[in-house]
């Protein structure tokens, strides 16, 4: 009997874990292709703030999970244009920026909330789906295939963010913008163009996260990201920059968060340490950063606007 309490702690804990993940991990890839072409976004908290409150409003009027992940991502796309505008074109500070593109989505949405829907409101939430064959393997299955199609797509994003940086023109392009930029500018690639598309995409990518948390959750609260796009971020600095780094990091964090659940569930943590308990995740983040951001430099030309001829 403690045999098969181990195996379904086990297998309850690494499920869980992978889809706390699945929000980190779809901020922090998004984040990771705008740093590669030279734009830090502290802002990335914001818009998932407002891709939640988007979906979970959508999702609240019309009962429908497609038209709310469509929308947390178009509200992620139009605040990555805001962004792209203000740091591209217009050159400005990206670390103050940023945490103004944050500032404004933590009290937009919660204005929005206030005004719109009062007091929360349950939704439904993305149902379950076992892949065919893999999913009904004992303990494996149950792990790591029976999840929300958002777990699915977070983590198949990963391979496909890979093969678009390190294989394409438009990866080499953002590579070359977080690198030098004024060498690819003498080669007739258009600067902002490509840090646009970088911006935009990597926004869009923040909506799409929050959109996933607002409706794997089934509702909408003031601050519901609690600072996770600031993790987003770390983690980003922890995966050297790369999608399997990034998933790597995003996996660590998921399995300490989910463990630390499971220990308050099972009572192995005392009311009096609960607060400590809810912060290891986040050290033992920041820990590893410290011994992995070492080993690897960042872009180049990382927060530095582009002036031709500059």
Known sequence: ?????????????????????????LASLGEALGQRSGVLNLGVDGVMLLGAFGAYYTVLKTNNLLLGVLFGIAIGAAMGLAYAIITVHLRAQQGISGIGIYLFGLGMSDLLFQKLVGTPRPIMPFMTIPLPVLGDLPVVGEMFFQHTLMVYLAFLLVPVMTFVVNSTTFGLNVRAMGENPEAADS???????????????????????????????????????????????????????????????????????????????LGLIPRGASDLAAMAPAVITVLALIVVARRFRQPASLTKPYVRGG
């Not at 086990?10 to 991990?25: D, E, H, M, Q, Y």
């Not at 909408?220 to 987003?232: D, S």
């Not at 995966?239 to 659940?261: K, N, Q, T, Y």
């Open 1 to 25: 009997m403690s045999d098969l309490f181990s195996i379904y702690l086990l297998v309850a804990t690494v499920a869980a874990g992978i889809r706390l993940a699945t929000p980190f991990l």
């Open 187 to 265: 080669l007739g690639v258009s600067v902002a163009m490509v840090r646009y598309t970088a911006i935009i995409t990597g926004n869009a990518l923040a909506g799409l996260a929050g959109a996933a948390l607002a409706i794997e959750l089934g509702i909408f609260q003031q601050n519901l990201t609690n600072a996770m796009g600031f993790i987003a971020i770390a983690l980003v600095y922890f995966g050297a920059w790369r999608p399997l780094g990034v998933m790597a990091g995003s996996l660590v964090f998921g399995m300490v968060a989910a463990i630390v659940l499971q220990c308050k569930t």
